[in-house]
Structure formats: structure tokens, C-alpha cells
Nanobody, 125 residues
Framework: QVQLVESGGGLVQAGGSLRLSCAVS????????FGWFRQAPGKEREFVAAISRSGSITKYAESVKGRFTMSRDNAKNTVYLQMSSLTPEDTAVYYCTKRPGGYGIEVHPREYDLWGQGTQVTVSS
């Protein structure tokens, strides 16, 4: 049974940095592409970043490009989201999610089949 558990969220001042982690249980980690989405109060869940199964391909939302970096460690079964130059507009609950086995990266949440519980990121001005 695959499970996703996010950590690393918190309160940070504008301009600061945070690194989110997503620990993935199970022995099939390398079969999956992963994504990060976020949802602010009153808004729809939006795509942030995605990474391919090998880690060689990443894709980012325009709003975070150049500030966020997604990576994965297949030996540790963990996916990361390094966030820098944070602004109050980045405040949201951040969710880690996986694609079905064998599929590539996507930007639509409906293409992902398993979600973590989310971790809150709050950026103060």
C-alpha cells in the first residue's frame, strides 16, 4: 500500500525559503512520477511542479519557475520541493501526489491517483 506523507511546512517571512519533503512508502517508488499542488483558502487546487520517474524531467508553474525546485531521491523514497524567494501569494496547503505507475508528468490534478494529507505553508509580509 503506497502512502504519501508531507512535511516541512511552516511559517516563514517573505523572501525566505522552505523545503518540503514527501516520504513515500512502498517498494515501487521509482515507477511513479510525482507532483506538488497547492490550495489557498477559497481557491482551487493548482499545479506547482512535477517530476518524472527518473528525475530527469521537471515541469513548473509559471508562478514558481526560477524560485522552486522539485527533486527526488529514489534511494530514500522521497520527493522534495525546495522553495525560495517566497511571497505571501505562496501561502497555501501544499500537497504531494503521484501518477499511476508507468505514466509521465501531468499538470492536471485529475491525472494523479493518490494524495498526501498536505502541509501548510504560510508566508508573512
Amino acid at each position: 500500500q503506497v502512502q504519501l506523507v508531507e512535511s516541512g511546512g511552516g511559517l516563514v517571512q517573505a523572501g525566505g525559503s522552505l523545503r518540503l519533503s514527501c516520504a513515500v512508502s512502498g517498494r515501487t517508488f521509482s515507477r511513479y512520477a510525482f507532483g506538488w499542488f497547492r490550495q489557498a483558502p477559497g481557491k482551487e487546487r493548482e499545479f506547482v511542479a512535477a517530476i518524472s520517474r527518473s528525475g530527469s524531467i521537471t515541469k513548473y508553474a509559471e508562478s514558481v519557475k526560477g524560485r522552486f525546485t522539485m527533486s527526488r531521491d529514489n534511494a530514500k523514497n522521497t520527493v522534495y520541493l525546495q522553495m525560495s524567494s517566497l511571497t505571501p501569494e505562496d501561502t497555501a496547503v501544499y500537497y504531494c501526489t503521484k501518477r499511476p505507475g508507468g505514466y509521465g508528468i501531468e499538470v492536471h490534478p485529475r491525472e494523479y491517483d493518490l494524495w498526501g494529507q498536505g502541509t501548510q505553508v504560510t508566508v508573512s509580509s
